[in-house]
């Protein structure tokens, strides 16, 4: 049992250059989610989604696109990268539903660290 | 919109002395959780706080919630080197499902 994976690690992209990272659950997790990480900050959420075949936009959702095909896998795309989008991305994945006093704890990945020159 | 207030961002403490970390949400909430992160590394999950009043200890880490007060408190006993990282708490809004988090305080505990 993995867990949540990320992949990759590390990444250096050119600014205009585009890329993918995925981020893979063998949970069977309902939620998955995306943040990035900034200096000093707490992580803000990108993009999100409820279950296979549904996104929703975050609080920072602006330049990136997601895709959930399969249930497993949350796919998050950068298509034209910028410097401002150097961060460390964090995939995370929950259980489904919300119910009173259930705890649906969030489970986290390592990490991606982007860097855009 | 939510938001997750936490105080202090930063804290230096000696080891074996106690302190508090405070996080205020702005909107209701029925639950709230609290995350380690060591630099460089991912979010560990420390304590999942569900209900007014509750409090959960895990060696010189208590956490508790206070719902009306919309507060809840990190309280860290007679420190050491070993618990130095950032700490995050995270709030569920009412019907979301989604996290908000904190800004973090980062601890460091000196010999």
């Known amino acids: 049992n993995a867990g949540v994976t990320q992949t990759p690690k590390f990444r250096v992209l050119k600014t205009g250059q585009s890329m993918t990272l995925l981020c893979a659950q063998d949970?069977?997790?309902?939620?998955m989610y995306w943040y990035r990480q900034d200096p000093g900050m707490g992580l803000r959420l990108i993009h999100y989604?409820?279950?296979?075949?549904?996104?929703a936009k975050g609080e920072v959702p602006d330049g990136y696109n997601v895709s959930r095909l399969k249930k497993q896998n949350f796919l998050l795309g950068l298509e034209s990268a910028a410097p401002s989008q150097t961060s460390v991305y964090f995939c995370a994945s929950t259980p489904a539903g919300r119910t009173a006093g259930v705890n649906y704890e969030q489970y986290f990945g390592p990490g991606t660290r982007l860097t855009v020159t | 919109e939510l938001k997750v207030e936490q105080n202090p961002l930063f804290l230096s403490m000696q080891e074996g002395k106690n302190y508090t970390i405070y996080c205020n949400y702005s909107t209701t909430s029925d639950r709230l959780y609290w995350y380690r992160q060591d630099p460089g590394k991912s979010l560990e999950s420390l304590f999942v706080l569900l209900s007014n009043g509750a409090v959960k200890q895990e060696g010189r880490l208590m956490a508790s919630l206070d719902t009306k007060a919309r507060l809840s408190t990190l309280h860290i006993t007679a420190a050491v080197h070993d618990l130095s990282a950032t700490y995050f708490c995270?709030?569920?809004?009412?019907?979301?499902?989604?996290?908000?988090f904190g800004q973090g305080t980062r601890l460091t505990i000196n010999p």
């Open positions: 989604s409820v279950g296979e075949g549904t996104t």
């Open positions: 949970m069977n997790h309902e939620y």
């Open positions: 995270a709030v569920i809004p009412q019907g979301a499902q989604k996290l908000v």
